[in-house]
């Protein structure tokens, strides 16, 4: 089945600026859908998605879960830890089996970058990506984006900064590939052991100080210290971290602007970000896990094919 955004979602590296708009677009009648008493629209009744993770999940996977039972879909999810994978199951024979129960989609988090496209290119159902390795994280680059445009409205021209262990992050790879088409200027900000050796190429700004790109931008989007792919000492100590990179109210208070703060989650408080900035009045941290429901309907009727008669549906329709 093939919709607006092709086969499968597996970065926004491959979409153009009009699907990444699509999405959004999409995505922001979904979110009354998750405001209704009832919170259900037989959009995708009769399809049946597999949710396959390899590696832990909270936010991502309930949202998934979340989005594929509010449009109506039948959802199995599979555990690696409790699936024939701990028995030595390659994931294409996994895949396999299921397609062989008639499946229509694979939404797939797994730790080696590249797993979801080698799935994608050997099973017929559709394939979404919900974090791979170092790659990318599509659906969280939509969310953060959708929150970015809800804040500041076009994007275009807009500052944001990417702040933290860019080096390790799949959210910030998908954020500065989605955020430069849609005509954000993008800046990293790090030590320098947590930026890749080519982060120039990434078309980025580059600030070594976190006062710096403070004062530069509108929005910091922290990243989580990936402390479980660090085998390597990174950083000195977490403390020394905080007391040069976190960001403290203290820092933002000495800014010439308010700033809004986001983090895809989860948080380390006190490491790459203080509690009262993390609950403060300019975090819009929940505001992304609420539209990253919105934004994985919005994915998942696009590749059912998005057709007008689900969208009128989706409109008007209950269960
Ligand atoms: N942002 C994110 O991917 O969180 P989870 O690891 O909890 O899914």
């Excluded at 804040?151 to 275009?156: A, I, K, R, Y």
Aim: with cysteine; glycine share 8%.
């Amino acid at each position: 089945m093939t919709g607006p955004l092709g086969k499968d979602l597996l970065g926004l590296a491959d979409l153009s600026a009009e699907q990444i708009r699509l999405i959004l677009d999409t995505a922001v009648p979904f979110k009354e859908i998750s405001e209704r008493q009832i919170k259900k629209v037989p959009t995708l009744r009769g399809m049946t998605i597999v949710n396959l993770f390899f590696e832990n999940s909270t936010r991502t996977r309930v949202s998934f879960e979340f989005a594929e039972k509010r449009l109506s879909a039948d959802t199995v999810n599979v555990a690696a830890s409790t699936s024939s994978v701990s028995k030595g199951e390659t994931l294409v024979d996994t895949a396999r089996n299921l397609e062989a129960m008639r499946i229509d989609m694979v939404v797939i988090r797994h730790p080696a970058s590249g797993a979801p496209r080698f799935l994608a290119e050997r099973i017929d159902s559709n394939v979404i990506n919900a974090g791979d390795g170092t790659h990318e994280h599509p659906t969280q680059g939509l969310l953060d984006l959708l929150t970015l445009r809800d804040h500041l409205g076009d994007l275009t021209g807009r500052r944001i900064c990417i702040v933290g262990d860019v080096l390790h992050s799949r959210v910030a790879r998908s954020n500065i590939y989605g955020l430069q088409k849609l005509g954000a200027e993008v800046a990293v900000c790090g030590p320098r052991s947590l930026l890749p050796n080519a982060v120039h190429e990434l078309g980025v700004q580059v600030f070594d100080r976190i006062e710096a790109a403070i004062e530069w931008a509108e929005a910091l989007n922290v990243l989580r210290l990936q402390l479980e792919r660090m085998q390597a000492g990174y950083i000195p100590s977490l403390r020394e971290y905080n007391r040069v990179f976190g960001v403290t109210s203290a820092r933002l208070e000495r800014a010439s602007r308010d700033l809004l703060i986001l983090h895809p989650g989860p948080m380390n408080r006190g490491v790459e970000i203080d509690s009262d900035v993390a609950d403060g009045p300019h975090s819009v941290i929940l505001h992304q896990v609420t539209n990253g429901v919105a934004v994985r309907m919005a994915v998942l009727y696009l590749l059912a094919g998005g057709r007008p008669d689900l969208a009128d549906a989706a409109k008007g329709g209950r269960s």
